[in-house]
């Protein structure tokens, strides 16, 4: 009957300790702690530079940092907005001139006031409470559109008229 002994020579399975306590016997940081501290540090300063890369430098350059809270609603700005959009729909003919009841069209100074709009949006980007954003979005957005209806109905009027003169 074969024998089921294990051979006396075995062949032993390595195995490693790795002491991970952060202290030596004396009571001081280990070396290898200190290193894995400093390659964290490192680790954490790239991913950093990443999220927030530096300002160009220069005069201008300034750091530019998200606000702490949602800016407030201002009554005096969501009146400057509507003062200007009712004077670019003013000039785009929304209203009839009190004098003649006529439509009052001056695509340049609605072109102008649409400008000074989109101005003060770049301008206040980031500082705006979402109800003065979206109003002054909507605004330009509504104002866009009607200028460019009524340059494309200018055009047309222009191409009849011209086209009614060369038949005469």
Not at 42 to 66: F, I, M, N, Q, Y
Not at 77 to 84: A, G, H, S
Not at 87 to 92: G, K, P, R, S, Y
């Amino acid at each position: 009957m074969p024998d089921n002994k294990q051979p006396e020579h075995k062949q032993e399975e390595s195995f490693r300790v790795i002491d991970r306590r952060p202290f030596t016997s004396e009571g001081e940081l280990r070396k290898e702690v200190v290193e894995e501290e400093e390659r964290e540090a490192k680790r954490e300063a790239t991913r950093e530079a990443a999220l927030h890369p530096p300002a160009p430098a220069g005069d201008s350059a300034k750091l530019v940092t998200p606000p702490a809270e949602i800016p407030k609603r201002s009554p005096a700005f969501e009146n400057l907005v509507r003062m200007l959009g009712s004077n670019a729909a003013m000039v785009l003919g929304a209203y009839a001139d009190p004098r003649t009841g006529q439509p009052m069209l001056d695509p340049e100074a609605a072109r102008e006031f649409i400008d000074m709009l989109d101005a003060l949006h770049e301008k206040t980007k980031g500082n705006l409470a979402p109800e003065e954003d979206s109003l002054l979005l909507d605004l330009l957005g509504k104002l866009k559109m009607t200028f460019l209806e009524v340059n494309q109905a200018v055009a047309a009027q222009a191409a009849q008229q011209a086209k009614a003169k060369t038949r005469s």
